[in-house]
Each structure stands twice: as C-alpha cells, then as structure tokens.
C-alpha cells in the first residue's frame, strides 16, 4: 500500500515571505499522479497543484511551484511570495492504482500553515 | 466552488442512531468518493462507485454502506452510530474511475457530531 508522509504538522511564513512544505511518499508503481491540495478554515478542499510522475518538469500555478524528485520520492510544496489567504492546512496526496481499474488518494497528515502579518 | 454538493451542511445526533450524508457529483462526473475527515486518523478514503456500481473499498467499517443512484447522486449511510464516527465526510467526483480524469473535485463536506 502506498503511504504519504507529511513530516511538518505546522510552518509558519512571514507575510510576502518563500515557504516549502516538504511531502515524501512510498510506492512500488512507476505512474502515478501526485497533488496537493489547501484546506482553509472554511473545511472546503481545494486543488492547488498535480504533478504526473511521468514529467520531468516541475508543475507550477502562478505562485505554488513543486520540488518533484521521483527518485527520492520526495514532493514539496513552494509558496512564493505568500499572502494571509494562504494559510490553511495543506494535505499531499497520492494518486495510485487500486484495482480494477479504479485510482484512489492516498493523503498525508497535513502541515498547517500560519502565514504573519 | 467545486459544483458538488453535499447535504446536510451539519449533523448532531446520538450514539446507536443511522444518518444519511447525500450527495451530487458535479454535472457530467460519473465517479462518487467518500472520505472521512477525523483529527486523529486524517482524511482517510471510504468507498468509490462508478456509473452505479461499487468500484473501490478503503477503510470502510462494515457499519457503513454506500449507494449510488440512477442520476448519479450518491448517498452514505452510517449506522450503530460510535462517538468515534464524529467526523468530517467529503464526497468528491471525477468524470470517471480513474485513467485520464485525475483530478477529484471535493465537495463542501458534511459535519456529524455523534453525541
């Protein structure tokens, strides 16, 4: 089974700051699809940004940009130029082959992320 | 906002009591998923059904069933209701199992408070 690690529960960022939410992963497939996704107060789960396993180019969405290293099974998260309505708990997830022919995510325990003023 | 919808918003009820968590994917999706929210064991996947048919089982207790219906709305169903069942339920969809349409849109969630 695949597992999601996200090893920081909390980070916090000044306001207009860089900040990087680290994700690792185990798996034995070699196509998969990794996402991050924000969860602010509000509970709802938004989509920030995928990466294809297959892609060699890091995925970017105007200021989140990803560190994808598939060797190392290692996936974070970069927040550039942070804003007060980034702060929300940020969950990676895992997308794999569960069986016939059904994908399912895998997410990680989250990093809640403070952003100050 | 995502285009699914879940109903009820919030759920209080009592331990031993059964609830339903209704849900409609987004126009045009064919894949439902549910996942519970929980503080102490993360957002973990339940079940998936595609097109009306169970297609994918994740940690789902045996108190728990699911359905999906002719007009694709989907509806969970908790019984023999535990405190430990107080959670935060999503229902996400895809436009279909898995393959090409990888991206899942979660819907707002339902809040049950078992008490």
């Known amino acids: 089974a695949q597992t999601v690690t996200q090893s920081q529960p909390e980070m916090s960022v000044q306001e207009a700051e860089t900040v990087t939410l680290s994700c690792t992963y185990d798996?034995?497939?070699?196509?998969?699809?990794l996402f991050w996704y924000k969860q602010p107060p509000s509970r709802q789960m938004i989509l920030v940004i995928r990466?294809?396993?297959?892609?060699?180019q890091n995925a970017t969405e105007n200021r989140f940009s990803v560190n994808f290293q598939k060797a190392a099974k290692s996936f974070s998260l970069k927040i550039s130029d942070s804003q007060l309505g980034d702060a929300a708990m940020y969950f990676c997830?895992?997308?794999?082959?569960?069986?016939?022919?059904?994908?399912?995510?895998?997410f990680g325990k989250g990093t809640k992320l403070s952003v100050i003023p | 906002d995502s285009g699914v919808t879940q109903t009820p918003k919030h759920l209080i009820t009592a331990t031993g009591q059964r609830v339903t968590l209704r849900c409609s994917p987004r126009s045009g999706d064919l894949s439902v998923y549910w996942y519970q929210q929980s503080l102490d064991q993360g957002l973990q996947f339940l079940i998936q059904y595609y097109n009306g048919e169970e297609r994918a089982k994740g940690n789902i207790l045996e108190r728990f069933s699911a359905q999906q219906f002719p007009d694709l709305h989907s509806e969970l169903n908790l019984s023999s209701l535990e405190l430990g069942d107080s959670a935060l339920y999503f229902c996400?969809?895809?436009?279909?199992?898995?393959?090409?349409?990888?991206?899942?849109?979660f819907g707002p969630g339902t809040r049950l408070t078992v008490t």
């Open positions: 990466q294809e396993a297959y892609k060699q």
């Open positions: 798996t034995s497939e070699s196509d998969y699809y």
């Open positions: 997830a895992y997308r794999g082959y569960s069986g016939a022919g059904s994908y399912q995510l895998t």
């Open positions: 996400a969809s895809s436009v279909d199992a898995g393959g090409l349409a990888y991206e899942q849109y």
